[in-house]
């Protein structure tokens, strides 16, 4: 029975005590579909006439000035966030906001953080946006992007990453806030959902914090949920410290609320004794009264008094110890399909747990259906659907169950698997990240490929935690440098003394391939020279050109060091170096042609600086002047 502002008359069982959560969903969800009446204007205030003479503006209006019928009220976005410890109903409240925002009309745009995913840069974003891109071709992509399809399209895994530079991470933070704008203003009004935010990876969460402000300004809602004990710095946002809007708190059931769901999903003739009990074993938490509501029931323990001692065992058994003795009880086939599922995560593909687990797809059916009925498995319509644990705490109680050498052993297996189902190396790279280094190249090639790829999208902070795993590998001595260089893209951006660190120690390697070493030096200088550090890029390249063979590599690495002493204040040859210069420009009558300033290049490093140009009489303008 529905009552008459139409929303339901009796709320699920995880949603009792929830209305004032609810509330605050339907007025945000009114406002943003432009249902919310405006709060009515002050009424407007005329002074008294002091000549009696003078009829008021507002007494003299005609017929025709009548305030004409109200407008509808505008739509209006937001933010709305959840905050409470794990169990509370964080995700089936939010799965009710869905509902009724589908229910509205709105697009729904839905994501859940997880556990083992954290670390899978864009997860989140991915799981929002690729599902409103993915079915269009390349072309059409293309289009609808415009310049930003080569900068988001391998983040959100449109497209497959190129060679070349990598993209700016706040560029390409602008190209997602981008899409999302598009999205909330061409299928308004837009609701974007992201459960259990505390587990989502630091790009998306990053991002979407950033996003935030910017919603009350869209038809777009954003709603979030996490537990405030685990969200890292990169959600802070959502704590409302900055804007003042606190997050909605999630607080036990009382033993009221628990009363009644006992006796809906036991009996109407459970006592009060073995309710007020059940409430204390429980501690209100609606998880746990749910799942031990349906042990009792399965149990068919009497619901009076001499059944409750009873129950304390039996909530044992929800969690920690006591799941996993109920697991271990339908044999070791179920419990190794359980811990591959736990490993893998969520959406989990049941022909790559099979895979995982060593187990053919009939055995995989058959066990997935055990671990649905000891409820471990959440129910699924399609038998040949994604596996999903019932709630996060059962998968993170699974997973720690785990022990330890077959966990490590499960990630080695589980990435070997990611690869052989063509789901690339980032998707092998967190697996490979809970393993222990045993020198092996082919883990050393793969998070090499992984960083590759999240770099060119966008995730450098990905691509160090790739490269650092793959030094305690560690990587051959010939591969040391290779490793430490790629590094150091990584970290260029953000943490400039870390960079100089790795250049450095990829300069005491071994290294045969000249290129590599010149593109070391180069990369070494412009980050000592852009860290206020002139003099050291100075000594390097003086030394390294005394070092080097080639000519070429040679003429660029003392034009950059012109460069970079033209800069120093406290530089004391400037008369001599300016000399030296002229007389290398008159000895080099050809550097100013194309094929000269392009040939003096290292491959797979920049241009050289173009020689100066003549001056109008015909003799070298070189930077003498300018020093």
């Not at 995700?91 to 697009?107: N, P, S, V």
């Not at 837009?190 to 990053?206: I, K, N, R, T």
């Not at 935030?212 to 709603?223: H, S, T």
């Not at 010939?478 to 120690?505: I, Y």
Request: hydrophobic share 40%; charged share 25%.
């Amino acid at each position: 029975m529905a009552r008459q502002d139409g929303r339901p008359a009796r709320l699920g069982f995880g949603l009792f005590e929830r209305e004032a959560a609810l509330d605050a969903a339907e007025e945000a969800l009114d406002l943003l579909t432009g249902l919310a009446p405006e709060p009515p204007s002050p009424p407007e205030r005329v002074p008294a006439p002091r000549d009696a003479r003078v009829v008021p503006l507002h007494a003299a209006r005609s017929a025709s000035d009548a305030p004409r019928a109200a407008e509808p009220p505008a739509a209006r976005g937001g933010v709305l966030v959840y905050a409470a410890p794990a169990g509370l109903g964080k995700t089936t409240l939010l799965a009710e906001i869905r509902r009724r925002a589908g229910a509205r009309g709105c697009t729904v745009l839905s994501a859940r953080g997880g556990d083992q995913e954290q670390r899978v840069a864009f997860h989140v974003a991915r799981q929002l946006l690729q599902p409103q891109l993915a079915h269009a071709s390349d072309a059409e992509l293309r289009e609808r992007l415009g310049s930003w399809y080569d900068i988001v399209g391998p983040a959100l895994g449109l497209r497959a990453a190129t060679a070349g530079s990598s993209p700016d991470p706040q560029g390409l933070r602008d190209g997602l806030d981008w899409i999302l704008t598009h999205l909330a203003v061409r299928r308004a009004p837009l609701v974007v959902v992201l459960d259990d935010a505390h587990w989502a990876d630091p790009e998306s969460l990053g991002w979407l914090a950033s996003f935030a402000p910017r919603a009350e300004d869209l038809p777009m809602l954003l709603v979030v949920a996490y537990r405030p004990d685990e969200l890292p710095d990169e959600g802070a946002e959502f704590t409302g410290h900055r804007s003042g809007q606190r997050p909605h708190g999630l607080a036990p059931l009382t033993a009221d609320a628990v009363a009644q769901l006992v006796r809906d999903r036991i009996g109407a003739h459970a006592d009060d004794a073995f309710c007020r009990d059940f409430w204390t074993v429980t501690s209100g938490n609606p998880f746990e009264t749910v799942e031990l509501a349906a042990k009792v029931r399965d149990r068919g323990l009497d619901p009076t008094a001499d059944g409750a001692h009873e129950l304390r065992d039996l909530a044992a058994a929800l969690k920690g110890s006591g799941l996993i003795s109920r697991l271990e009880r339908l044999g070791p086939t179920t419990v190794r399909l359980a811990w591959a599922c736990a490993v893998l995560g969520t959406e989990i593909s049941p022909a790559l747990a099979g895979s995982l687990a060593g187990l053919g797809d009939e055995a995989v059916a058959d066990c997935a259906e055990r671990l649905r009925e000891a409820r471990v498995l959440a129910e699924s319509g399609d038998p040949a659907g994604p596996l999903e644990f019932v709630h996060p705490l059962i998968a993170s109680a699974v997973y720690r169950a785990i022990p330890d050498g077959i966990r490590v052993a499960f990630h080695g297996q589980a990435a070997a698997c990611v690869i052989d189902a063509g789901l690339g190396p980032a998707a092998a790279a967190r697996h490979l990240l809970e393993t222990h280094p045993e020198g092996d190249p082919s883990v050393v090639a793969q998070l090499r490929a992984a960083a590759r790829e999240n770099l060119r999208a966008g995730a450098p902070d990905a691509a160090r935690r790739h490269l650092a795993r793959a030094l305690r590998e560690p990587p051959t001595a010939d591969e040391r440098a290779a490793v430490l260089f790629e590094l150091s893209s990584a970290s260029l951006l953000t943490e400039p003394a870390t960079t100089v660190n790795h250049l450095r120690a990829a300069l005491e390697q071994p290294i045969s391939d000249q290129a590599l070493r010149h593109g070391i030096v180069y990369r070494l200088s412009q980050v000592l020279a852009h860290s206020d550090r002139l003099v050291e890029a100075s000594e390097l390249l003086e030394h390294e050109s005394r070092l080097t063979t080639d000519s070429r590599s040679r003429l660029r690495m003392q034009a950059e060091r012109f460069m970079w002493d033209a800069l120093r204040s406290d530089e004391p040859e400037s008369p001599a170096r300016s000399r030296r210069l002229a007389t290398l420009a008159d000895r080099l009558p050809a550097a100013t042609s194309p094929s000269a300033t392009s040939s003096g290049c290292a491959p797979g490093t920049p241009p050289c600086a173009p020689s100066p140009p003549p001056s109008p009489s015909g003799t070298p303008s070189g930077p003498s002047k300018a020093a």
